[in-house]
């Protein structure tokens, strides 16, 4: 069993940070901080046109990397942290 953390930010599928999409951007700094890795989802809802990204890492990593996350997303999105068992992986272990 490893404990980590769950980051998960939900954004506005037009939301924009220097004209890239802002939940593009999101992931991209999450890689280059070498975060575990980022999964994005788009609403099924064509009408609520949201974008959730999903961070998973160990929880000082995940902490770490809020700052900026909130940087980013300012009062455009939803910022939320859990803690999470991680009970398999794909990635190569660190």
Do not use: C, K, W
């Amino acid at each position: 069993m490893n404990r980590a953390a769950e980051l998960t930010v939900v954004v506005g599928e037009r939301d924009h940070h220097h004209h890239v999409p802002l939940y593009a951007e999101i992931v991209r700094r999450a890689h280059r901080r070498g975060l575990a890795g980022a999964s994005v989802f788009r609403g099924a809802d064509a009408t609520a046109r949201q974008v959730q990204i999903v961070i998973v890492d160990a929880e000082p990593r995940v902490r770490a990397f809020l700052p900026e996350v909130r940087e980013l997303s300012g009062a455009h999105g939803v910022v939320t942290v859990r803690d999470v068992e991680v009970l398999s992986t794909l990635l190569g272990r660190r």
